[in-house]
């Protein structure tokens, strides 16, 4: 069973970076053809996909967020990092991390993390 649990500071100060990590357990980050995402949703809003990085190592932005946003990750300690400068009150979101599976029919993301509250507040 694959786990993925987000950790990071709840507050974030305007044009600060916010800096998150999904850990996973249950499953290697490097495993082929599975992809890491974040995802946020915003008070009110939908599901926005972030980016990803893929099990190689590739990594993949949001085109109107590519220019803030960078995913890095740590396989030795089953990691990927979500990072995203210049934050504004628009960015106060639930932030997650999911798994989907590409390279074939696309079947959605099969594991998610529980969420983390992100508050962007002087």
């Known amino acids: 069973q694959v786990q993925l649990q987000e950790s990071g500071p709840g507050l974030v100060k305007p044009s600060q970076t916010l800096s998150l990590t999904c850990t996973v357990s249950?499953?290697?980050?490097?495993?082929?053809?599975?992809?890491w995402n974040w995802i946020r949703q915003p008070p009110g809003k939908g599901l926005e996909w972030m980016g990803a990085i893929g099990y190689s190592g590739s990594t993949y932005y949001r085109p109107s967020l590519k220019s803030r946003t960078s995913i890095s990750r740590d396989t030795s300690k089953n990691q990927f990092t979500l990072q995203l400068s210049s934050v504004t009150p628009e960015d106060t979101a639930v932030y997650y991390c999911?798994?989907?599976?590409?390279?074939?029919?696309?079947?959605?993301?099969?594991?998610w993390g529980q969420g983390t509250q992100v508050t962007v507040s002087s």
């Open positions: 249950g499953g290697s980050i490097s495993t082929d053809y599975y992809y």
């Open positions: 999911a798994r989907d599976r590409r390279g074939g029919n696309w079947t959605g993301y099969d594991y």
